[in-house]
């Protein structure tokens, strides 16, 4: 058996992530590596720390990117704030609430579930009645943008409504943020994860968190010891805190947070605003163009996702044959439906770098012209 | 605050790790992001388990890449092989022993520690003992090439020991795979994880794996769930496993998994031996470099590391002056010691790309010339 180098095709992704890399990102990633423990390394881990700051609108000091894909950034504030005994109320709307529920019990908590039907946004009154049901709740947990659904939840209410209660929040942003307004200070959120491959448009592989001072007390306090020495929030306060006391803990993935800080720096040249803008026209020509397809939403409009359109696979068409023409012929991805949504619907990102209007025409472009051959 | 893009220095990089990466790995991969779920991509990632079985001379189905750095590699293999309760017998005679019992303890086990002094390999007979003391031991783990003194052990030894006894085991080969020979089918090892930044010359970020039938059995036999919903081999194994199979567990670092594919199918060029010839041939260069300069070894002649050569900093000189000097001046990274090593040691690495005549060759000189500077 030999092996030979892989080249892979060149794809527009738009299905939920991976999104499309820019070219200056890639050449970032491709830099010489260089040591971990490196001054001009650990220089620049200070600049990805502003960088994040910036993007989730906080100046929490114990933000950073997690060294894994966006699970372990979810698991990393599961294993760190929940403790054995612990009750956790976990809103869910689609498939990542029961990866959220997961988290909970594997770490020794009771996961209290709000369940509302797929595709639609949290329900502030349901979160609220589950608050008074459960007195010993400590914490909340939600998905601010379900990457399965497309829909976006009110994620400044039920923070309030947790804060209300006396719990923290854990607040899933891996396909909000840079692509809709986040704003961790302002609106309180206690701790909250991201990805890397999102609106970010850098390759997977990381997972920017941030944490406040009560979610960083809480981890402080902690009667039993965090189930994982990976994640562990009180060894990694010292290797992404404080310059002085930056101690060794694992080798962090050099090249890939190359490549984070390169599309952190293409975020802060262009301005949040702007990007949140430009997700909301991009998906607004979208829009347009899916309505000359007679291709619906599956998400009230009020609570679409910009960045993750879930749209209804028109009557009689074949999901997996559209996708794969799309894919063979157009060098086009766009996302399969997920769980019970399998076959029924499409999910067409416009995530950061791949939101642009050129994208939105090919898109529309080569969906008629494959619709009409299945027609 | 602007931030500006980020131009890394470009090093020679001779510490334990990250190693230098070459062009080609570079260049894969900055190649165009596909989806986690492309077929291109999907066959890629069996090449790599190919490529994998390869560098582990195993045959072992259970074997991939654990998409976060090397610690979550030897996390993975603790939390999905130890349950509460079981006894694990840890050798220990380095750092990273401490690691492993962090592990065996975070994941509910009682672990029965080892010693063996910090530089020297791990004592047969003292495991024997503590086999025969220990007769509910269920686990036994060691480090076959300690990173933090240049060590290695006998693992073939070790293993037919810990069989002898009942008991599975876990090796940790972060810095032998491909630098030192392996062989996980013929010595048995059941557990193994490795790290992508060391001889495979990948950047770090992803730890290769590997688990036989008897571990995967025990994984699938356990009576609790692993504590970790990103690590649980149960849900890997669906992602990892059979083609058709394959099922969206997470979202897999594209990239990075490029840049080890290609790093991997260099390693398979070269040939395994071949590898294993030069780490060793350019270690014996190093070895007469240091001995002109009057640098002695801290670890046995039998029992050195051609790929990590930990030494002793000669009287009445400053380490962090002269590897200040070698970084600053000679953009040349050499390792400082860990732990009660600190001040004492220099560790110099000669780890894949990294390991050839004219790396060797400019440490010495450049030591030289700085040591001739402080003297």
């Given at each position: 058996?030999?092996?030979?180098?892989?080249?892979p095709p060149r794809r527009t992704l738009m299905g939920p992530g991976p999104s499309d890399v820019s070219q200056?990102v890639s050449?970032?990633?491709?830099?010489?590596?260089?040591?971990?423990?490196?001054?001009?390394?650990?220089?620049?881990?200070?600049?990805?720390?502003?960088?994040?700051?910036?993007?989730?609108?906080?100046?929490?000091?114990?933000?950073?990117?997690?060294?894994?894909?966006?699970?372990?950034?979810?698991?990393?504030?599961?294993?760190?704030?929940?403790?054995?005994?612990?009750?956790?109320?976990?809103?869910?709307?689609?498939?990542?609430?029961?990866?959220?529920?997961?988290?909970?019990?594997?770490?020794?908590?009771?996961?209290?579930?709000?369940?509302?039907?797929?595709?639609?946004?949290?329900?502030?009154?349901?979160?609220?009645?589950?608050?008074?049901?459960?007195?010993?709740?400590?914490?909340?947990?939600?998905?601010?943008?379900?990457t399965?659904?497309?829909?976006?939840?009110?994620?400044?209410?039920?923070?309030?409504?947790?804060?209300?209660?006396?719990?923290?929040?854990?607040?899933?942003?891996?396909t909000?943020?840079?692509g809709?307004?986040?704003?961790?200070?302002?609106?309180?959120?206690?701790?909250?994860?991201?990805g890397s491959q999102k609106c970010l448009s850098a390759p997977p592989?990381?997972?920017?968190?941030?944490?406040?001072?009560?979610?960083?007390?809480?981890?402080?306090?902690?009667?039993?010891?965090?189930?994982?020495?990976?994640?562990?929030?009180?060894?990694?306060?010292?290797?992404?805190?404080?310059?002085?006391?930056?101690?060794?803990?694992?080798?962090?993935?050099?090249?890939?947070?190359?490549a984070?800080?390169?599309a952190?720096?293409?975020?802060?040249?262009?301005?949040?605003?702007?990007?949140?803008?430009?997700?909301?026209?991009n998906?607004?020509?979208l829009?347009?163009?899916?309505?000359?397809?007679?291709?619906?939403?599956?998400?009230?409009?009020?609570?679409?996702?910009?960045q993750l359109n879930?749209?209804?696979?028109?009557?009689?068409?074949?999901?997996?044959?559209?996708r794969?023409?799309l894919l063979n012929?157009f060098n086009l991805e766009i996302g399969a439906?997920?769980?019970?949504?399998?076959?029924?619907?499409w999910r067409i990102g416009l995530m950061g770098h791949a939101s642009n209007?050129k994208n939105v025409?090919y898109c529309?472009?080569a969906?008629?012209?494959?619709?009409?051959?299945?027609?």
């Amino acid at each position: 058996m030999t092996i030979s180098s892989f080249k892979p095709p060149r794809r527009t992704l738009m299905g939920p992530g991976p999104s499309d890399v820019s070219q200056r990102v890639s050449e970032a990633m491709a830099r010489p590596t260089i040591g971990h423990l490196d001054p001009y390394f650990i220089g620049m881990m200070d600049e990805i720390k502003s960088l994040l700051q910036y993007a989730f609108q906080t100046e929490n000091e114990l933000t950073f990117a997690v060294s894994a894909p966006g699970s372990a950034g979810m698991e990393c504030c599961f294993a760190n704030l929940v403790e054995p005994g612990d009750t956790v109320i976990v809103c869910q709307n689609g498939v990542f609430g029961s990866r959220m529920k997961e988290n909970v019990e594997r770490f020794g908590g009771l996961a209290i579930m709000v369940q509302d039907d797929w595709g639609r946004a949290v329900d502030e009154s349901k979160l609220e009645a589950a608050l008074k049901a459960n007195p010993e709740a400590v914490l909340v947990a939600f998905v601010h943008a379900e990457t399965s659904t497309g829909v976006q939840s009110d994620a400044e209410k039920l923070v309030r409504l947790a804060h209300d209660h006396n719990c923290l929040t854990i607040v899933d942003a891996v396909t909000s943020l840079a692509g809709t307004p986040i704003y961790v200070d302002e609106w309180g959120i206690d701790a909250i994860y991201s990805g890397s491959q999102k609106c970010l448009s850098a390759p997977p592989g990381l997972s920017p968190v941030s944490f406040n001072d009560r979610a960083a007390e809480k981890i402080k306090q902690r009667k039993t010891r965090v189930k994982s020495w990976f994640l562990d929030l009180n060894l990694i306060m010292g290797y992404w805190g404080d310059n002085a006391k930056r101690t060794y803990h694992h080798t962090a993935p050099v090249n890939s947070l190359y490549a984070l800080h390169e599309a952190l720096v293409m975020v802060q040249e262009e301005g949040l605003e702007n990007c949140w803008i430009r997700h909301e026209n991009n998906h607004l020509r979208l829009k347009e163009g899916l309505s000359s397809l007679g291709i619906t939403f599956i998400v009230d409009e009020q609570h679409r996702l910009p960045q993750l359109n879930a749209v209804t696979i028109p009557e009689g068409v074949s999901d997996s044959l559209v996708r794969g023409q799309l894919l063979n012929q157009f060098n086009l991805e766009i996302g399969a439906g997920l769980g019970h949504l399998a076959g029924k619907v499409w999910r067409i990102g416009l995530m950061g770098h791949a939101s642009n209007a050129k994208n939105v025409d090919y898109c529309i472009n080569a969906l008629a012209s494959v619709l009409k051959k299945a027609a």
